[in-house]
């Protein structure tokens, strides 16, 4: 099982730049949970219905990628063979402008990830986010969006993903509620 994720940067979550403000936090438990779930996690045996491995695609922004990108970490760590991290990096230098701090996790997360894929060997293009967004969506078996409904790289990924038929979870990044949105 794979699952992707497309979400909002830190400006459309309160500007919440530090990974570890509470609307991350909370944001990054309910993905956990909605991760679990969709692996039919049982705590009270600590075994899975599903048999397979489960890789979690990031790609690699800040904001809602980082933090799942941390979480599927965090799983890696607590179920050392059942989960793994594929970075999609958009493009060369992606980082570049980010704040020291934020390129330091960035690279922190690549040096865990199990895979690393760069979508494209150019520079840094706007549209080359969506050209991202899309090879994670066809990869993927399942997309999680963290999304407030707005226009915008998440929603033009979302989009996609309802075109090409994903099944597509949202979380809405402040009521904090999970839903499937339907696609047909």
Not at 21 to 30: D, E, L, R, S
Not at 125 to 146: G, H, S
Not at 147 to 168: L, S
Request: glycine share 6%.
């Amino acid at each position: 099982m794979i699952i992707t994720v497309t979400g909002h940067r830190p400006n459309k979550l309160g500007n919440a730049y530090d990974v570890h403000h509470p609307t991350n936090v909370a944001i990054g438990k309910k993905m956990r949970e909605f991760i679990l779930s969709q692996a039919g996690y049982d705590k009270e045996t600590n075994t899975f219905a599903y048999e397979g491995e489960i890789t979690l695609i990031s790609g690699m922004a800040l904001g809602i990628d980082t933090i799942w990108a941390l979480v599927a970490i965090k799983l890696k760590k607590d179920f050392p063979n059942k989960f793994k991290l594929e970075c999609a990096i958009p493009c060369k230098n992606h980082p570049s402008r980010w704040i020291k701090e934020s390129q330091e996790i960035y690279y922190n997360i690549l040096k865990q990830a199990d895979k690393v894929t760069q979508v494209s060997n150019e520079e840094y293009k706007p549209w080359l986010m969506q050209k991202r967004n899309e090879y994670m969506v066809d990869t993927a078996d399942i997309v999680f969006a963290c999304w407030d409904g707005t226009k915008g790289g998440t929603g033009n990924c979302v989009d996609y993903a309802k075109k090409v038929k994903k099944p597509i979870y949202v979380l809405h990044p402040f009521e904090l509620t999970i839903q499937e949105l339907k696609t047909a």
